[in-house]
């Protein structure tokens, strides 16, 4: 057995998804790039990990929780857009999105250095030519300078949503939208937040749910349209 082999496997066994499907998952979602998905989980199980980006509880949960969780909110995000993924840390939801649709371009935005080292690390090994890495904050002027307006933000665990409205939609082009991923009170967060919704610009906000054939627990994700 090769070295890759024995790699992929003990990916496999330490994923925890609950079923022997995950090969076939890893293979439907991400297509071609299904090699780059198992070494980014090899980027996130040992560097990110030492260098304290993701917390060593999280490892056997990488696959279920993290990459297919990210991966899958592109259900919400059409063909051949431009994508700006805020607060990305590790590079979730961005990496995983970029690596299961191609199609898109993707911005990852992150202001702390040691994590845009590691970004522009793992974007350079998987030769993500479709992946950016810009560090800063989605507020600051010289970020929506250099990202201009793009069709779709998306964020993961960033904030609430209000303030996280304020952040996102100034990126987003008219017509365009924010699309962030939240648990169960994603609905309850709409609505306790609908004046900061409105005050930048936000229209319709919805929770759909992604990933619905792929995984156990359901991905929601909250679209917000933009003036």
Do not use: C
């Amino acid at each position: 057995m090769s070295n890759t082999s024995k790699n992929v496997d003990k990916q496999i066994d330490s994923a925890q998804v609950g079923d022997a499907k995950l090969p076939s998952v890893i293979e439907s979602l991400f297509g071609e790039n299904a090699d780059r998905a198992y070494r980014y989980h090899t980027w996130l199980a040992e560097e990110a990990t030492v260098r304290g980006l993701i917390g060593p509880r999280e490892t056997p949960k990488l696959w279920d929780r993290h990459i297919i969780n990210s991966a899958v909110v592109g259900e919400a995000i059409g063909k051949g857009l431009e994508v700006a993924d805020i607060g990305s840390g590790a590079g979730l939801p961005g990496i995983p999105l970029a690596l299961a649709r191609p199609d898109l371009k993707v911005i990852l935005v992150e202001p702390l250095l040691r994590r845009t080292t590691f970004l522009n690390e793992v974007v350079a090994d998987l030769d993500l030519d479709n992946v950016k890495v810009v560090r800063g904050r989605a507020e600051e002027k010289a970020v929506r300078a250099e990202v201009g307006q793009v069709d779709v933000v998306t964020s993961r665990a960033v904030a609430p949503l209000g303030k996280l409205a304020g952040w996102s939609l100034p990126l987003v082009k008219s017509g365009g939208a924010m699309v962030a991923l939240k648990g169960g009170t994603a609905q309850e967060e709409i609505d306790r937040d609908a004046k900061l919704i409105a005050k930048a610009k936000g229209l319709n906000p919805r929770v759909v749910e992604v990933g619905g054939s792929v995984l156990g627990t359901p991905t929601y994700a909250v679209i917000i349209q933009k003036k």
